[in-house]
């Protein structure tokens, strides 16, 4: 959300309050319990680090751009602001920037973030998780196993590719109805749990690429100490 009676507001809060809506409303029978501020949280700062430069436009450091509670007032703010009240909020001045390489569609939706100091750009994904497996869906239409490659690691996935013109595309595209990107794309999905590489399926179907890998177990081990009872 933009601050109010901003540019930015008047473009995206409308559309973020009915992103949102549609996925409290989606999928009710399978909804896991959750808390939405704390996801909030979770969401924002796996987000800011990518869409936010520092005023000297290189990558700010992502140690500095987190979304926290305030300490006292109902509101998420940058953690150097946790402490500070509203009118001091209202005159600070931020020292970070939106990033100059993101990509949106014909309407002002996000479609993408081109990579740092390249031309790359990186699709849509989602995370889904069970007791034993994640699985990471990327939304890659036009792409199979030819023209994309996946490098599976403990802790992240590694997927790059390229997008061609249509074979039967005209020679130039209509200026301001781009509203797909084209060329090469890098996208490295992080998670917290550690992943078995080795275990990995990989399924490139009907425009989505499904990556599920088992979720390494580990059991405790004892060693020494005062034998139990009955032993």
């Given at each position: 959300?933009?601050?109010?009676?901003?540019?930015?507001?008047?473009?995206?809060?409308?559309?973020?309050?009915?992103?949102?809506?549609?996925?409290?409303?989606?999928?009710?029978?399978?909804?896991?319990?959750?808390?939405?501020?704390?996801?909030?949280?979770?969401?924002?700062?796996?987000?800011?680090?990518?869409?936010?430069?520092?005023?000297?436009?290189?990558?700010?450091?992502?140690?500095?751009?987190?979304?926290?509670?305030?300490?006292?007032?109902s509101y998420i703010v940058l953690s150097e602001l946790r402490e500070k009240s509203f009118e001091e909020r209202k005159e600070h001045t931020p020292s970070f920037s939106v990033v100059p390489r993101l990509l949106y569609d014909q309407r002002g939706y996000l479609v993408g973030i081109v990579s740092a100091g390249t031309e790359k750009w990186q699709p849509r994904y989602r995370l889904y998780k069970t007791n034993d497996h994640l699985n990471i869906i990327v939304v890659l239409a036009g792409f199979n196993q030819d023209n994309l490659t996946v490098e599976m690691e403990r802790d992240v996935a590694i997927i790059r590719g390229e997008r061609s013109e249509p074979p039967d595309a005209c020679c130039q595209s209509v200026a301001d109805q781009e509203q797909y990107p084209i060329g090469s794309f890098e996208l490295l999905v992080s998670v917290k749990d550690d992943i078995d590489g080795n275990q990995a399926d990989f399924q490139c179907e009907d425009g989505f690429l499904?990556?599920?890998?088992?979720?390494?177990?580990?059991?405790?081990?004892?060693f020494g100490g005062p034998a139990k009872a009955g032993n």
């Open positions: 959300m933009a601050k109010d009676e901003s540019t930015a507001a008047d473009k995206w809060n409308e559309q973020t309050l009915d992103s949102l809506m549609a996925i409290l409303q989606a999928d009710l029978p399978k909804r896991r319990n959750v808390c939405i501020f704390d996801e909030v949280l979770v969401h924002i700062n796996k987000r800011l680090p990518l869409l936010l430069s520092s005023s000297n436009g290189l990558d700010a450091d992502p140690s500095k751009i987190q979304a926290v509670k305030h300490l006292t007032e499904s990556i599920k890998c088992p979720i390494r177990k580990y059991v405790k081990k004892r």
